[in-house]
């Protein structure tokens, strides 16, 4: 049955999707190996064939299966291989063979997802007859492999994203009195940046991160410093809590060359009492309702940085209808300095009638300009009674 093969090639995520040079490469190298006139990563849906990668076929690979070659190829474990077209009756009135690009030779090997359903083909076609000898075909099979390894890490990717994404906190702990909201957006398929809340008795904890860089290797000491950060806290006040998960993790920094700046807040509802601490982030602010702020201190560099280092707590007052605002250095990019960026973050602020609109205001902000390194921002706004709805 077609239905499995289709809900794997979907899995994979690549449909439609804008060409990548990793894939031009190879469909590249296969022209200029075999000398043909074109060559084509394809994928089969369930009722069109998609092209992903072409070289020499000016955009004309896009079809329905039943004018797609490939849908032939995709049914064998090996090689199809059609010496000349216009005498094998299954493509002889075919309307690629008749007309343009008038197909004569056409060799296609299988490309399989990561559980072994063949999803589409590496092929050659050329408008002159030809062979494929034993040697060649190897060689086509060695590109294919190539051209699977490449949808397999993507699959990889996206799976690692997914998974990453589904550790963020999927909604808000309830906290009468008070609204919180975060959203991080990722430069790439993965990312170093994490936020996490999460209440301790009858305190919310906060945690706002960075890890230098992007990609995989931050997002993998990310979700180290996540762990520990979460098991941590649970135990120790903030200031304990952030040396502990310094000294923890000093090692492991060291010998990845990284380091980490966070932002770790514990806040008593009852009062606004917040007890935090700065480890190189330096990106949290207080906005009042009418525009005044005030910036939290470095209680240090951040953690990997400078070997051992300790951290010191502290302490802030959140007032009814003032708003605490963490974000990562990714929205910095896009402004001459932070105290532009501060002005420009208090106009979000005063003109956001909740956190979720703030939030999702610096987020598209970003967006709108183009992300070069992970954006993250959260809020936290003790909310006035007097103007409450």
């Known amino acids: 049955m077609d239905a499995p093969r289709v809900q794997a090639l979907h899995a994979l995520h690549v449909l439609d999707t804008p060409r990548e040079e990793r894939y031009d490469q190879v469909v590249r190298l296969a022209q200029e190996v075999f000398g043909v006139k074109a060559a084509a990563v394809n994928l089969l849906d369930a009722d069109r064939q998609w092209t992903k990668a072409e070289v020499g076929l000016d955009g004309a690979g896009n079809c329905d299966r039943e004018q797609s070659f490939c849908t032939y190829t995709i049914q064998r474990p090996k090689a ?25 030779f056409y060799a ?29 075909r190897r060689i086509l099979a060695e590109m294919a492999g190539w051209v699977e390894r490449e949808l397999a890490a993507q699959h990889e990717i996206d799976r690692a994203g ?21 959203r991080c957006t990722p ?16 305190d919310l ?20 410093v996540r762990a520990v950060l979460h098991g941590a806290s649970r135990y120790n006040d903030p200031q304990e809590t952030i040396n502990r998960v310094g ?3 000093e090692k492991m920094l060291a010998d990845t060359a990284t380091f980490v700046t966070v932002f770790s807040a514990r806040l008593h509802p009852a009062t606004g009492a917040v007890t935090y601490v700065d480890a190189g982030h330096g990106l949290a602010v207080i906005f009042d309702p009418y525009g005044d702020f005030r910036r939290m201190l470095s209680s240090g560099p951040p953690l990997g940085a400078v070997s051992g280092t300790t951290w010191d707590a502290h302490f802030e007052t959140l007032a009814p209808g003032e708003t605490l605002l963490v974000v990562s250095d990714g929205f910095l990019d896009y402004f001459p300095d932070i ?3 501060v002005a420009k973050a208090s106009e979000a ?34 909310l006035d009674p007097v103007h409450r709805d």
């Open 80 to 104: 199809l291989v059609i010496e000349d077209a216009t005498v094998d009756a299954r493509f002889a009135a075919n309307p690629f063979v008749v007309g343009d690009p008038h197909i004569r």
């Open 108 to 136: 296609g090997h299988p490309l399989r997802a990561p559980g072994g359903e063949r999803v589409g083909t590496l092929c050659l076609t050329d408008p002159a007859p030809r062979e494929l000898d034993a040697r060649e």
């Open 162 to 182: 997914q998974i990453q994404r589904a550790l963020m906190p999927a909604t808000a702990p309830r906290l009468p009195g008070y609204e919180l909201a975060a």
């Open 187 to 202: 430069a790439r398929d993965l990312g170093g940046d994490f936020y996490d809340w999460y209440l301790l008795g009858e």
């Open 205 to 224: 904890q906060l945690h706002v991160a960075d890890v230098m860089g992007k990609g995989i290797p931050a997002a993998l000491v990310a979700a180290s």
């Open 247 to 249: 000294a923890a993790a």
């Open 339 to 341: 105290p532009t960026a």
């Open 349 to 382: 602020a005063r003109n956001s009638a909740t956190v979720q609109e703030l939030v999702a205001r610096l987020t598209a902000y970003a967006l709108a300009h183009g992300l070069e390194d992970d954006a993250t921002a959260l809020a936290l706004r003790r």
